[in-house]
């Protein structure tokens, strides 16, 4: 068979098939806290498959026994934290009483022993210096007029009158004498005389040396057990303060200890309850009514992935685990299809393209910036400003352009199609294909836009809800095109394989009806035509089934029509460009190790293993 070289413009695609789901979901996540064998907890009931719910709907119910079990242990221990924070209260506030009425006696009794030393030797302006105070200035006008300058001045007034008394008496007694002398007194008045004026002499005596020793000594050891009473009282002052801080610190402390450990169980008990509240699943107040309600299944566990996930299906008597997806709620009206890429083909897709919007960074600023003191707290805990990105999330990024247009088929919908775009291809392969692990794929979701109308051009938004989750579609994302016409080939006329090195040939009839084996340079290539861009012209004609003229001795490879290689494994990706890959990949490549055939593949080329050479 014959095939005459033409011009013809050359589309690459990718074809792969994947699972319908919603592109908006909201998943109920199991908040339950792990338990010692990694286990949150069980399912006791669970809302069926598929129903639809209204928003605050009860849709699920978690075993709860042993937190309740937790709350009640816990709450008799919130009792007993409770009675020691008050008993710590209370002594708290006895301790503060009582260090006031020490600090109060120790200050009462510095003020005694300061009035009793100022009542000894207190100072007092006095009116007959008051010239000196003029020019010396007033200290120098201040006379002590306390009670030691009071003893001191009545003394001297005894002493004052035991003189005059002496020279009464004196008198006396001269008198006596010459009384006596002229016989007119006897000599025992005389002598009586003389005993009161030895009386007299002896009280001025007394009285002076009592002076002198208030002078030389009692004002000294007065003054000096006054001050040491007063600096002594000053010091216990001292030392009430600081018994009274040292015991006030240590019932605080004590007090704000029993007040911790108090709000620890609290917020104990408060987390058991919330974890019990956790274990009645409601549907979130903010999904349309008549939502509906699918059971989550992971990566892997689909049709067209393997079983690797260790999550269990959701049923009564399941157990789950912390941060498990058990529920999922889906978004009909917003639709894409999760599906696999092969690792040869990925880097030539490009999602969408988003920036960040920074939404959350200026919601925390607003919160910083907020006057309520309380509000700019919260904006420095973690957990209020994840609360505010999970609200936030879907804002947090913003498109700016779309990814590769892409065409969906349902199977269930085989008389539809539908228009789409590549919304984001993963940057790491896939993990739950072991089945397959010498062959990379890498998960690819592709929006589905809406339908496209009998012309093919005109997209009509979703409407209803024929698109459901988990339906088998088929996406064809255009990959790559020729810029304009160029010669291209059936792929089944190239020959070669890696046993030719980088080289590729097909047979030309030359024009006395014979064939010739011509070494050709190939460019993009898709399911059926590759791009011949050196050693063809436009007329040539070419030998669609070369297998005829090698004979079955030649074991230089050739492909059936269709492009897949005789005696190759199927699974490479179809379809590229052949010119960027090196000798024996891409097409005309080995075939994959083992021979396993990821799903899908570049639409229409021949499978890598026997897809037309490298120019």
């Given amino acids: 068979m014959l095939h005459a070289v ?58 709860d026994s042993a937190l309740k079990d937790q709350e009640e242990t816990q709450q008799i221990a919130v009792a007993e934290k409770l009675a ?15 260090n006031e009425s020490a600090v109060e006696l120790a200050r ?48 001297s007034g005894q002493i004052s009158l035991a003189r005059s008394e ?35 002499e002896e009280k001025l005596r007394g009285l002076e040396a009592k002076r002198k020793m208030l002078l ?47 709000q620890q169980q609290v917020d104990k008990l408060e987390d058991i309850q919330k974890q019990r509240r956790e274990c009645r699943i409601h549907a979130p107040d903010d999904i349309e009514d008549g939502s509906m309600v699918v059971y989550f299944k992971p990566e892997g566990s689909g049709r067209f992935g393997g079983s690797s996930s260790s999550q269990g299906l959701i049923e009564p008597g399941a157990q789950v685990k912390e941060g498990q997806k058990m529920l999922r709620i889906p978004n009909l009206s917003r639709m894409q299809v999760n ?30 910036l907020n006057p309520d003191p309380y509000g700019r707290l919260l904006a420095t805990r973690p957990d209020a400003v994840e609360k505010v990105r999970e609200e936030l999330r879907r804002f947090e990024y913003r498109k700016v352009a779309d990814g590769q247009r892409a065409l969906v088929r349902v199977e269930s919908l085989s008389d539809r199609q539908f228009a789409g775009h590549v919304r984001s ?77 980088g080289k590729r040939e097909v047979f030309v009839r030359t024009p006395d009806n014979r064939f010739e084996r011509k070494p050709v340079t190939l460019g993009l290539y ?40 005789k005696g190759e494994s199927k699974g490479e990706p179809k379809g590229g460009d052949g010119a960027d890959k090196g000798p024996g990949a891409g097409p005309g490549g080995e075939p994959t190790k083992k021979g396993k055939r990821p799903p899908g593949g570049m639409k229409g080329a021949g499978p890598g293993a026997g897809g037309p050479p490298p120019g």
């Fill in 6 to 63: 033409k011009k013809e413009e050359l589309k690459v695609t990718v074809t792969e098939k994947g699972q319908l789901e919603s592109a908006d979901n909201r998943d109920i996540v199991c908040k339950v806290r792990a338990g010692q064998k990694g286990y949150a907890t069980t399912i006791t009931w669970v809302i069926d498959d598929g129903t639809r719910v209204k928003p605050g709907q009860l849709i699920m119910i978690l075993e």
């Fill in 84 to 98: 020691l924070k008050v008993r710590a209260e209370k002594d708290y506030e006895i301790t503060v009483k009582k």
């Fill in 108 to 155: 009462a009794a510095l003020a005694l022993a300061a009035i009793e030393l100022d009542k000894l030797t207190g100072l007092a302006p006095d009116p007959a210096l008051a010239a000196r105070a003029a020019l010396l200035g007033m200290p120098t006008a201040l006379a002590e007029g306390g009670s030691y300058q009071q003893e001191l001045d009545d003394l």
């Fill in 166 to 200: 002496v020279e009464q008496n004196k008198e006396k007694a001269r008198h006596s004498d010459r009384m006596v002398r002229m016989t007119y007194m006897s000599a025992a008045q005389a002598a009586a005389d003389q005993s009161r004026l030895a009386s007299s």
């Fill in 216 to 262: 030389s000594h009692d004002r000294k050891q007065r003054v000096t057990d006054l001050t040491s009473k007063r600096d002594n009282a000053a010091r216990a002052l001292d030392q009430a303060r600081l018994e009274a801080e040292a015991t006030e610190a240590q019932a605080k402390i004590t007090r704000q200890t029993s007040g911790d450990i108090y």
């Fill in 339 to 368: 599906t696999k890429v092969h690792e040869a083909m990925v880097s030539r897709l490009r999602g969408e393209v988003r920036v960040p919007t920074k939404i959350v960074e200026f919601a925390q600023v607003g919160m910083l």
């Fill in 425 to 501: 291809v993963a940057p790491v392969a896939s993990q739950a294909d072991s089945w397959a692990n010498d062959v990379k794929l890498y998960p690819t979701f592709v929006r589905v836009d809406g339908e496209l109308a009998a012309d093919g051009t005109t997209v009509t938004p979703l409407e209803g809800e024929r698109l459901k989750p988990d339906m088998t579609a088929e996406v064809t994302i255009s990959v790559d095109a020729t810029a304009g016409p160029v010669l291209t080939v059936p792929l089944q006329a190239v020959i070669g394989g890696a046993e030719m090195g």
């Fill in 526 to 565: 898709n399911e059926r035509m590759v791009e011949v861009r050196d050693g063809l012209a436009e007329g040539d004609e070419v030998v669609t089934n070369p297998k005829v003229l090698l004979g079955d001795k030649d074991k230089t490879k050739t492909r059936e029509a269709g492009g897949e290689a």
